[in-house]
């Protein structure tokens, strides 16, 4: 059974338009997150919430707007797509949320085109 | 910039070498993970090693940490080509349970 699974793994659309990522985990963490890797493999922070309250939000466009509507489900909507969303997404979760003592656990990515 | 740095970006050995790459931080943390990504695919964590510790094994790894230098390596031996991937340290800096990502070593294992 997979741990963290992302829904799609590819996305390809045109510029303006409205799309959304969805995750889900079945470890029963109560920490998920949303990080973005760009073309040169840099990995970096979007959001994090711990029990659906919103723990990390970095800065990003509010465009970008997450949702938790449980513990084990945390979506990613992003409204007027740009060239420069262009990326990969990760969902990732962990166990514990004052600091994680044992690894994340990422989803195989969302590799997000827009054209 | 808080961003880990790794070094080398790119490293290619041949198959039964050793690998070593390394990781330098800025600020206190709590802890370093090392995780390996395939092309293509997710992140996966490899190993973790606290504040408080100076080096940790598992299996074919080695991660040494020292704080005062602010830094870590992570050190596989005896390689193989399913080593081939990207290497990322991630390092834990305070209560927000984020983890703050290195630049990344991408890893070639030849036969």
């Known amino acids: 059974d997979t741990a963290v699974s992302q829904t799609p793994k590819y996305l390809v659309t045109q510029m303006g338009n409205d799309k959304s990522i969805k995750c889900e985990q079945n470890?029963?963490?109560?920490?998920m997150y949303w990080y973005k890797q760009d073309s040169k493999k840099f990995l970096k922070i979007m959001f994090s919430?711990?029990?659906?309250?919103?723990?990390i939000n970095e800065t990003v466009p509010n465009r970008f707007s997450p949702k938790s509507p449980d513990k084990a489900h945390l979506n990613l909507h992003i409204n007027s797509l740009e060239l420069g969303d262009s990326a990969v997404y990760f969902c990732?979760?962990?166990?514990?949320?004052?600091?994680?003592?044992?690894?994340?656990?990422f989803g195989s990515g969302t590799r997000l085109t827009v054209v | 910039s808080q961003q880990g740095e790794e070094d080398p970006q790119a490293l290619s050995i041949q198959e039964g070498e050793n690998a070593t790459m390394n990781c330098s931080y800025k600020?206190?943390?709590?802890?370093l993970q090392w995780y390996r990504q395939n092309s293509g695919r997710g992140l996966v964590h490899l190993i973790l090693i606290r504040s408080n510790e100076r080096e940790k094994h598992s299996g074919r790894l080695r991660v040494t940490l020292d704080t005062s230098k602010k830094s870590s390596s992570l050190l596989i031996t005896a390689s193989r080509a399913a080593d081939t991937a990207s290497y990322f340290c991630?390092?834990?800096?305070?209560?927000?349970?984020?983890?703050?990502f290195g630049t990344g070593t991408r890893l070639q294992v030849t036969l």
């Open positions: 991630a390092f834990n800096t305070g209560t927000a349970s984020k983890l703050t």
């Open positions: 990732a979760s962990s166990q514990g949320g004052a600091g994680p003592t044992y690894g994340y656990t």
């Open positions: 919430y711990n029990n659906k309250e919103l723990i």
């Open positions: 600020t206190s943390i709590n802890n």
């Open positions: 470890l029963g963490h109560d920490t």
